[in-house]
Nanobody
Framework: QVQLVESGGGLVQAGGSLRLSCAAS????????MGWFRQVPGKEREIVAG????????YYADSANGRFAVSRDNARNTLLLQMNSLKPEDTAVYYC?????????????????WGQGTQVTVSS
């Protein structure tokens, strides 16, 4: 089993920055791709960014492209999401996810492990 724990969420003003972290533990050797998703009440969970094990394959949702940066430190089993120029519409619960497959998929159903989520609130 793999456990994922997010941290770094909080309240920030529009235009500000936050850095989310996700610590993985357990059978981390089975993890290949990791990603960040977000969800607001009444809407489906959507991908924000994804990254392969080596970092050579990245994916960003249009909403995140140019403002967010995903990275990972495999030695520390940590996934990061640097979020800059935050907007009120970025307000959501952000989830860390991991999959054992090799490709960076964008659908929640393709991910095997999930964290509990961290709330990000951007005030206008």
């Amino acid at each position: 089993q793999v456990q994922l724990v997010e941290s770094g969420g909080g309240l920030v003003q529009a235009g500000g920055s936050l850095r989310l972290s996700c610590a993985a533990s357990g059978r981390t050797s089975v993890i290949y791709t990791m990603g960040w998703f977000r969800q607001v009440p009444g809407k489906e969970r959507e991908i924000v960014a994804g990254i392969s094990r080596t970092g050579d394959s990245l994916y960003y949702a249009d909403s995140a492209n140019g403002r967010f940066a995903v990275s990972r430190d495999n030695a520390r089993n940590t996934l990061l999401l640097q979020m800059n120029s935050l907007k009120p519409e970025d307000t959501a619960v952000y989830y860390c996810a991991a999959r054992t497959g090799r490709n960076v998929y964008t659908e929640p159903r393709d991910y095997d492990y999930w964290g509990q989520g961290t709330q990000v609130t951007v005030s206008s």
